[in-house]
């Protein structure tokens, strides 16, 4: 193991410092750099540009992208917090541009050949866990604390609060907003933010539709939307079937309507739980 490390510091391609084991059977691209008592396992591969930090630990069949930020103490691809599992190969991939703060968890999938997948341009900050089986898009935050159990879908631009639980198979739609300290038990509709315990939509996320350049003629629309949903007093049914008719169509409004549809479809307000169950 002594050689393997050696040879690493000695090719100008990495900067693995010599306190830190590097599985022979890993594979580090170039420019990475990894600190001290690092754990780099068997099966792991890391993409070029990627720095890991002091203490960090990757399990087996993680799989990380190209200039991510692993900070200290962070643990990746360890095995599932799951009854259901029984030491089969499974993955955690985690794509490019992802920052992964102190103490950070995430575990790699229950299933032969399933993974738990993380996009490009996350931040996910300290002492946050995330379960197996989950899938976040790009350009999600995930703030201090924050516990996503397994099975749970995260879409693009979604920003997290600090100390929020989410259940398993909870999907979250892209650009919405849960204030910290919630409690997520059933599905939170893309735009939308939403707080409490449980946790319930409560207004737009107009700042991160904004953000994401959506122009204004369609955040007008959202905001529509979101009062014939949210402040008609109109039962789901009714409410999806006022915006079909009152609000003008767009990408973004059939995508809202399609998500409550499912949600419908769902168990307990969770549309994945009643893929489960189905």
Same mark, same amino acid.
């Given at each position: 193991?002594?050689?393997?490390? #050696?040879?690493?510091?000695?090719?100008?391609?990495?900067?693995?410092?010599?306190?830190?084991?590097?599985?022979?059977?890993?594979?580090?691209?170039?420019? @990475?750099?990894?600190?001290? +008592?690092?754990?780099?396992?068997?099966?792991?591969?890391?993409?070029?540009?990627?720095?890991?930090?002091?203490?960090?630990?990757?399990?087996?069949?993680?799989?990380?992208?190209?200039?991510?930020?692993?900070?200290?103490?962070?643990?990746?691809? /360890?095995?599932?917090?799951?009854?259901? +599992?029984?030491?089969? @190969?499974?993955?955690?991939?985690? *794509?490019?541009?992802?920052?992964?703060? %102190?103490?950070?968890?995430?575990?790699?999938?229950?299933?032969?050949?399933?993974?738990?997948?993380?996009?490009?341009?996350?931040?996910?900050?300290?002492?946050?866990?995330?379960?197996?089986?989950?899938?976040? *898009?790009?350009?999600?935050?995930?703030?201090?604390?924050?516990?996503? #159990?397994?099975?749970?879908?995260?879409?693009?631009?979604?920003?997290?609060? /600090?100390?929020?639980?989410?259940?398993?198979?909870?999907?979250?739609?892209?650009?919405?907003?849960?204030?910290? =300290? #919630?409690?997520?038990?059933?599905? @939170?509709?893309? +735009?939308?933010?939403?707080?409490?315990?449980?946790?319930?939509?409560? *207004?737009?996320?107009?700042?991160?539709?904004?953000?994401?350049?959506?122009?204004?003629?369609?955040?007008?629309?959202?905001?529509?939307?979101?009062?014939?949903?949210?402040?008609?007093?109109?039962?789901? #049914?009714?409410?999806?079937?006022?915006? %079909?008719?009152?609000?003008?169509?767009?990408?973004?409004?059939?995508? !809202? !309507?399609?998500? !409550?549809?499912?949600?419908?479809?769902? =168990?307990?307000?969770?549309?994945?739980?009643?893929?489960?169950?189905?």
């Amino acid at each position: 193991m002594a050689d393997v490390i #050696s040879d690493a510091i000695d090719t100008p391609r990495t900067g693995i410092d010599p306190r830190a084991i590097v599985h022979p059977g890993a594979r580090v691209g170039a420019n @990475v750099t990894v600190g001290p +008592f690092t754990v780099i396992e068997e099966h792991v591969e890391i993409g070029d540009g990627s720095s890991i930090g002091s203490c960090a630990v990757l399990k087996p069949y993680t799989k990380l992208g190209r200039n991510c930020q692993i900070h200290t103490g962070a643990v990746l691809g /360890g095995p599932p917090q799951d009854m259901k +599992f029984r030491g089969e @190969v499974s993955y955690l991939i985690i *794509g490019d541009n992802n920052i992964i703060r %102190e103490y950070a968890t995430i575990h790699r999938a229950t299933g032969d050949e399933a993974a738990t997948s993380i996009g490009d341009n996350n931040m996910i900050m300290a002492y946050s866990h995330v379960g197996h089986n989950c899938e976040i *898009g790009n350009n999600v935050m995930l703030a201090n604390q924050v516990g996503v #159990s397994g099975h749970v879908l995260i879409e693009d631009r979604v920003v997290i609060g /600090g100390m929020v639980g989410v259940h398993q198979y909870v999907r979250i739609g892209k650009l919405a907003m849960v204030g910290g =300290f #919630s409690k997520v038990v059933q599905d @939170v509709p893309p +735009f939308m933010m939403a707080d409490g315990r449980p946790c319930k939509v409560y *207004g737009l996320n107009v700042r991160g539709l904004r953000r994401a350049g959506i122009p204004t003629a369609v955040r007008s629309e959202l905001k529509q939307a979101y009062r014939l949903i949210y402040t008609n007093g109109l039962n789901m #049914s009714q409410a999806i079937e006022s915006v %079909e008719h009152e609000v003008r169509e767009s990408e973004e409004r059939d995508y !809202l !309507l399609e998500f !409550l549809r499912n949600e419908k479809l769902g =168990f307990g307000g969770r549309q994945l739980e009643g893929q489960r169950r189905g």
